[in-house]
């Protein structure tokens, strides 16, 4: 049993460049969040999403966009990096919003 | 809005020595609090949560946080650590009504032999 799992592990980009960044978990958790995390920043919200179909955005939304066709699958895109969005990527899901987020290894991301 | 304040960036301590990581919320309103616990290129794993009941909840590998009302806080303890327990430490808060976890800056906790 896989539980969740992020590709790829590692990505160097180039600015303007369009990346996607995969989520899969096997659990058939309803709510799945992508989070950046930086540096005295801790980890901050991008998009979640409630169920197929159903996203929203979070506090550092602009320039990504997600997806949700399959409850099990929750890809971020990044339309044109920017060095800024020089992060670590990580990918969760909860069967609940107020239970436990299980979180994926995360994704390296290099935009030089 | 929420937000979580953790105002130790960095915690060195000696193996077997006692610890408590400070957590506070800003938060009116009712609140469920976790911390997890992240291991170098790791992501991150639950380490113990309160949603209700008794204030003081127990979590894996010892560790244990008391839920604090008045003060709107949520503190993390251990005993007695070990090596392994050196990673990093993120408190999070999520209010009653709502859909997003607000996660605070972390803290890095070292164990020294």
């Known amino acids: 049993d896989a539980g969740i799992t992020q590709s790829p592990r590692y990505k160097i980009t180039e600015t303007g460049r369009q990346v996607t960044l995969m989520c899969h978990q096997t659990?058939?958790?309803?709510?799945m969040f992508w989070y950046r995390q930086d540096l005295g920043h801790g980890l901050r919200l991008i998009y979640y999403?409630?169920?197929?179909?159903?996203?929203d955005k979070g506090e550092v939304s602009d320039g990504y966009v997600v997806s949700r066709s399959k409850t099990e699958n929750f890809p971020l895109t990044l339309e044109s990096a920017t060095r800024s969005q020089t992060s670590v990527y990580f990918c969760?899901?909860?069967?609940?919003?107020?239970?436990?987020?299980?979180f994926g290894p995360g994704t390296r991301l290099l935009v030089l | 809005a929420q937000s979580v304040t953790q105002l130790d960036s960095q915690v060195p301590v000696f193996e077997e020595a006692p610890v408590e990581l400070r957590c506070n919320y800003s938060?009116?309103?009712?609140?469920?609090l976790f911390w997890y616990v992240q291991y170098p290129n790791q992501g991150l794993q639950l380490l113990l949560k309160?949603?209700?009941?008794?204030?003081l909840v127990k979590g894996i590998n010892g560790f244990e946080a008391e839920f604090n009302k008045s003060q709107t806080s949520f503190h993390l303890r251990k005993p007695s650590v070990h090596i392994s327990d050196t990673a990093e430490y993120f408190c999070?808060?999520?209010?009653?009504?709502?859909?997003?976890?607000?996660f605070g800056t972390g803290t890095q906790l070292k164990v020294e032999l």
């Open positions: 969760a899901s909860s069967e609940w919003r107020r239970e436990t987020q299980y």
């Open positions: 659990w058939s958790h309803s709510y």
């Open positions: 999403s409630a169920a197929a179909d159903i996203t």
């Open positions: 938060s009116s309103v009712s609140v469920y």
């Open positions: 309160y949603l209700s009941g008794s204030t």
């Open positions: 999070a808060v999520i209010t009653g009504g709502g859909n997003k976890l607000t």
